[in-house]
Every structure is written in C-alpha cells, then in structure tokens.
C-alpha cells in the first residue's frame, strides 16, 4: 500500500491514591451515587483546591518509570469547556510546564522490541460521570454522579511513533503492566482506571509531513483499541483513494457493531480557553523528593523478564509468566533465595501456585503458603527426600490444613526411602511375589522391567526413590 500510518496514544492513568487531587473525598470506585463529594470537588464557590502530595510521588514514579525529564517548576491550568459532569465548567489540567517530558518507554511487540518516544506526562482531575444504564434511571432520564469529580489522574502523550495497531495495543499492555508495578493504578480497563485515546493519520509512505488525524475513543479493552485502528486506517485508505478529504474530527468506538462513528469535529486546544488556574501556586518537585521516589523504584517489568532469561536461565515463556504480575514475581523471587534449582522453583510457582490461586479465587498475599515454606519443600525435594508426586500431595494438604509442609512430611513419614537395604528388602519381596513374570523376563521379555519397578514403588507407598529403585533392580536382575 502506498500509505504508511501514524498512530500516537493519549493515555489517561487513574491513581489509586486513598483521597482525591485537590481535596479530601475519597477516590474509591463503585460508591454510592453522590457520596464522595465536598465543596471543593463539586465546584461551588469559594472552595479551594489543595494539591495531594501523594499524586507528586506518583507522578515522580511514573516520570522516572518512562525515562522523562522532570519540569522543577510545573503549573496548573483551567481547561475550560461545558459538560453536564463537570460542575465548575472547567478541569484543573496542565498545559504549559507539564509535569514531566521527553521520556522513552520500550517494551516487547510480537515482533521484537520497540521504543517509544513519550511527549510528555500531566496531572488532571476527572471529571463526573453521566449514568444512563443503571436500574434506578428511567428510560429518559440521565442522572449525574459527581463521585468522581476531582479523582486524580495521570495522562500520558506518546509521540506518534506507532506505524501498526499492534504496536499501540502491546504498548498499553506493557504499561497497565508497568503502572501495576508501580503500585500507582490499578489497570482496570472496564472500571476506567486506563482509559486509551488514539490519533490515527495516514501519509505518502516515505514522506515526513504528517496527514489529517483523527481522533479515537471509547476503546475500553486492548482488543478493541486495535480493532478501532485497524478500523479507522481502513476508512482514511479508502477515503485517500477516492481523492477524498479525511476530516479532523473525533470518533467513537462502537463495539458492538465494529466501526468508529462520528462524534464531533475534532477541538482545538485554543477552544479550550487554556489559563493559569489562580488558586493554586506554581508547584516544585525537589531533588530530594525524586531521590526518595527512586529508592523505592521496583525493578521494571521488561528488566525483571530479561534478568530472569539471561541471569536465572529461565525460558522466555517462563520468564513473562513469572513477571506478569509483581507480587507473583516477588513470591517467585523469595522463594528462589533459599531453593538453588530455579526451573524448579519456576515450575512449581506456574503449576502448583498458579493453580492453587486460581481455584481458591485468591491473590497471592492471601495464598496459605508462603514462598519460606514451599522452599522448605522445595529444598526436600532438591535433596531426593521426597518425590515430585508426593510432594505435591504434601503441598495440597498443608494448603487445606495450613500445617507446614515439612511439618506434615515428618508427622505422615512420608520422607523418600533411599536407603538401600529398605529397598533391597522390597525388591526381594516383589520378585518373590513375581515368579513367572520373573520367568518370563529371564526368557528375555524385558518390557517387564516397568513392571518390577512399578511393584516395588507400590509396596513402598510411593515414597521409594523411583531412580535408585531401578539401578537396584537392575543390578540384583542380572545377577
Ligand atoms: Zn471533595
């Protein structure tokens, strides 16, 4: 195709701090309609904001996180515009001196690494919200709640670096990844606390000027964020074709019935009104305060998989399952401190963790194990005290019972028979048990090998050392 398409991302980043920006509501989700609201958040006059320490942190996370330059002195300005959810008829956004600009953030696509160029990072609170869908509306009524007035949040401009759908959605990917990390949001798409913009346009491939964009919203998934461009590059190519104008305009994403619909033409910001907001001074980030965000700095998502690959020699498969969230990685990491065989702590936190979280409906930090007594299992069957299969009959019954592990091994006696003159014992009783399939095996039919071995891990209640069992038997077959 002679185009070559354009995409960039407005990300709107929902903080997850106990109280709002500019006052003391709290910013929970899924409140009662109208119960977290004061003067300040409701815009009625005469109350003034006061800025939330805790969004400075936060946004210092996610500025150090993307690699951008941190503006000293920031501001606050009035974005002015008219809409039902919005009382005071303006937001409290940043225009000039955002918080923070200039980063970079790579992360993985299906098709190797790529990075992406962040224009800049600002604080905003959010606006209300219009409920039409709830049981308590009639059919032609819409009512306000203002819940969420003043919540704040973070949004994030990346330059318009994405040539494919999927790069922008593996982006996104990577940063509800990353801002869980942080610990800043929660990353609940369908709840709203990542809410994606995306501005699409198409060129002459080759050429360095920049189309008509247009604007895409109400993509609530990654999937639909990639369809919706995958979507509008089609109908720009299409329109192109025809010699058609492409229009400056915003487009709703509509789910339902696959296409982006017209919603307005698109605004300027000079329609916004931009000024200084008046009731809050400029505001200052110190070196100390960056200082004190970056010792708590975790190590990144994309750092921590290719550590695990190349420092752990983990798979790669592995290495995103084990990092995809952080509190498992943590767990995994634990647990590696004190079990020397990594594989084998992998394994057992993909498989028998994993599992177990996902049918007892947990996360992690209520898991009834924790990562100090699996690795004392760990450890037991590193040493060949106890067998794999056993082992994770043990981990099942102290997960139902809470007992210790190791505990339960001692009290059950389960620990691994190696010793060989337990085992010789054993051996000796089968084949006397065995006669003719010990004829037969003499008679060459040495499939029945298995079979031997398969009898004396029986009388043994499982817990024989299945490899010294064979050498045992091998030798004592021979004779
Ligand atoms: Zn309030």
């Not at 701090?17 to 005469?46: D, E, H, S, Y």
């Amino acid at each position: 195709m002679p185009y070559e398409s354009v995409i960039g991302l407005e990300v709107h980043i929902q903080l997850s701090t106990a109280t709002k920006i500019f006052c003391n509501c709290p910013a929970q989700f899924g409140a009662q309609p109208n119960t977290q609201v004061c003067p300040v958040c409701m815009g009625l006059p005469g109350a003034l904001p006061v800025l939330n320490e805790k969004v400075i942190e936060f946004a210092i996370s996610l500025a150090l996180a993307s690699n951008c330059r941190i503006n000293p002195c920031f501001l606050f300005a009035r974005k002015n515009y008219f809409y039902p959810d919005l009382p005071k008829g303006y937001q409290i956004s940043q225009f000039d001196l955002p918080f923070c600009e200039q980063g970079h953030i790579g992360f993985e696509t299906a098709a190797g690494l790529f990075t992406v160029a962040i224009r800049r990072i600002h604080m905003e609170e959010d606006a209300g919200k219009s409920v039409h869908a709830e049981s308590y509306v009639a059919a032609d009524e819409t009512l306000i709640d203002l819940n969420r007035c003043g919540v704040p949040l973070l949004e994030l401009v990346t330059e318009p670096d994405f040539r494919q759908p999927e790069q922008a959605s593996a982006f996104l990917m990577y940063l509800r990844q990353l801002v869980r990390y942080l610990g800043i949001c929660d990353g609940n798409m369908e709840e709203g606390s990542l809410r994606c913009d995306a501005n699409v346009s198409l060129r002459p491939r080759g050429s360095a000027e920049l189309g008509t964009k247009t604007e895409l919203k109400n993509m609530n998934s990654f999937r639909h964020v990639e369809r919706a461009i995958a979507f509008e590059i089609e109908r720009q190519q299409n329109l192109l074709r025809r010699h058609e104008p492409v229009m400056q305009e915003t487009l709703l994403w509509d789910a339902a019935h696959q296409v982006a619909q017209p919603m307005r033409s698109k605004e300027y910001s000079h329609d916004y009104r931009y000024f200084p907001e008046p009731d809050l001074t400029p505001g200052r980030v110190t070196p100390g305060q960056i200082d004190k965000v970056r010792a708590r700095m975790p190590e990144l998502p994309l750092a921590k998989k290719t550590r695990y690959i190349e420092t752990l020699d983990l798979p790669a498969y592995d290495a995103a399952v084990l990092t995809d969230d952080i509190r498992i990685a943590e767990y995994f990491e634990t647990l590696c401190r004190h079990v020397e065989d990594k594989k084998l702590a992998s394994n057992w936190v993909m498989g028998e963790v994993l599992r177990a979280l996902k049918e007892q409906d947990v996360e992690i930090d209520q898991l009834k194990m924790t990562p100090e007594s699996l690795a004392g299992l760990l450890q037991q069957v590193e040493k060949g005290a106890i067998s794999h299969t056993l082992a994770k009959k043990v981990f099942a019954e102290s997960l139902a019972t809470g007992t210790d592990p190791v505990v339960l091994m001692q009290q059950q006696g389960l620990s691994q028979v190696t010793d060989e003159s337990a085992l010789t014992d054993i051996i000796q009783d089968v084949l006397k048990q065995h006669p003719a399939e010990l004829a037969d095996y003499r008679a060459g039919k040495e499939k029945l090998f298995g079979f031997f071995v398969g009898q004396v891990m029986r009388a043994s209640g499982g817990r024989a050392d299945a490899k010294k069992v064979s050498e045992l038997l091998r030798t004592r077959l021979s004779k």
